[in-house]
Nanobody, 130 residues
Framework: EVHVAESGGGLVQAGDSLRLACVVS??????????VGWFRQAPGKERDEVAC????????WQADSVKGRFSISADDAKMTAYLQMNSLESQDTAVYYC?????????????????????WGQGTQVTVSS
């Protein structure tokens, strides 16, 4: 079984930066077999996709709303994916979820679909004050 744990959320001011981490663990798993997606859910809204990365070749996708401000990366040795968030805005306030699916769950030109991600973390709150 794959376990997913996010960290790094917090309360920041508009314009600040945060880095979220997603640690993937599990007996006998190979990090390179997977894609890691970041999703977020703002109060009163549906959960939206933010970014994803295919760990074996670093192919990635980002939502238009975060391009130029957020970046996604993965460290195979640490089995950890990161979401670097710069120039945060109040509309970035949400619970951010990390999810893990098989490699084909992340494609460069398609938004990741939640139902293709089998393993989810509990979420980490990001609050941006204006």
């Amino acid at each position: 079984e794959v376990h997913v744990a996010e960290s790094g959320g917090g309360l920041v001011q508009a314009g600040d930066s945060l880095r979220l981490a997603c640690v993937v663990s599990g007996s006998g798993i190979f990090f390179e077999d997977y894609a890691v997606g970041w999703f977020r859910q703002a109060p009163g809204k549906e959960r939206d996709e933010v970014a994803c990365i295919r760990t074996h070749d670093a192919v990635a996708w980002q939502a238009d709303s975060v391009k130029g401000r957020f970046s996604i990366s993965a460290d195979d040795a640490k089995m950890t994916a990161y979401l670097q968030m710069n120039s945060l805005e109040s509309q970035d306030t949400a619970v951010y979820y990390c999810a893990v699916g098989y490699s084909e769950s992340c494609l460069a030109n398609w938004a990741p679909r939640e139902n293709e991600y089998d393993y989810w973390g509990q979420g980490t709150q990001v609050t941006v004050s204006s």
